[in-house]
């Protein structure tokens, strides 16, 4: 039975911490506003290596193989070997980066202030810049092979393809900054500070199941 007992406070980063990720059953890694990636031991939650390299706060971080991840910052995309902590990959790009996800092992979407970018990380080059975004992007998941979708502080969802980089479904889902899980290839789940949670159809753009007076903690 689940208590809402904290079993373990740790003191890991002396800024915000901006996202966490279960990298296998052994260990998780967080980021943070300090600059830094630190990899802890899931059992004993102590800190087993620190990623020093970004310039400014790293934003988001994302698992890509059993031993690497990527990171985005202001200043750049890093790939990381995370067992040695060496920097494999460094992409620069001058844009501020909120967020991203992993698509394959080679290519990764970055959201930012105007664009959603795909990038190839094994040569350093953007593949795919999708700009019509109604505000920054907040999230980004993948729904298939050939489709993502992202939401914004606006808390609008946009449904994309990554072939062409079409919009194909737009749903104003949120009053506000929003965030999205994907539940199986054709819903999703997302939450926003209006204190809801909404069951999406991304084929339709329908609305399957909304629940009030809740709020995504990752949003504050």
């Known amino acids: 039975m689940l208590t809402g007992e904290c079993i373990k406070t740790i003191d890991a980063h002396t800024d915000l911490v901006t996202g966490i990720i279960i990298?296998?059953?052994?260990?998780?890694?967080?980021?943070?506003?300090?600059?830094?990636?630190?990899?802890?031991?899931?059992?004993?939650?102590?800190?087993?290596?620190?990623?020093?390299?970004?310039?400014?706060?790293?934003t988001a971080i994302d698992k890509i193989s059993n031993d690497k991840l990527v990171s985005c910052s202001f200043e750049s995309i890093r790939v990381w070997n995370f067992h040695t902590g060496r920097c494999l990959n460094l992409i620069r790009d001058k844009t501020m980066k909120q967020c991203l996800k992993v698509i394959s092992d080679e290519l990764v979407a970055c959201g930012s202030d105007e664009n959603i970018d795909l990038w190839n990380i094994e040569t350093e080059i953007c593949s795919m810049k999708i700009p019509e975004l109604s505000s920054p992007v907040t999230c980004i998941i993948q729904i298939s092979k050939e489709q993502i979708a992202s939401c914004d502080d606006l808390g609008y969802i946009q449904i994309w393809n990554l072939n062409n980089g079409d919009c194909l479904k737009k749903i104003l889902a949120h009053n506000g900054k929003c965030s999205l899980i994907k539940l199986s290839k054709i819903s999703i789940i997302s939450s926003g500070l209006d204190k809801k949670i909404k069951i999406l159809n991304t084929e339709t753009g329908s609305c399957l199941k909304t629940f009030d007076g809740y709020i995504n903690i990752d949003l504050i």
Do not use: M, P, W, Y
Not at 40 to 56: K, M, S, V
């Open 23 to 58: 990298l296998n059953d052994n260990s998780f890694a967080t980021c943070s506003n300090d600059r830094t990636i630190k990899i802890f031991d899931l059992h004993t939650f102590e800190c087993i290596q620190t990623l020093i390299g970004h310039e400014n706060r790293v």
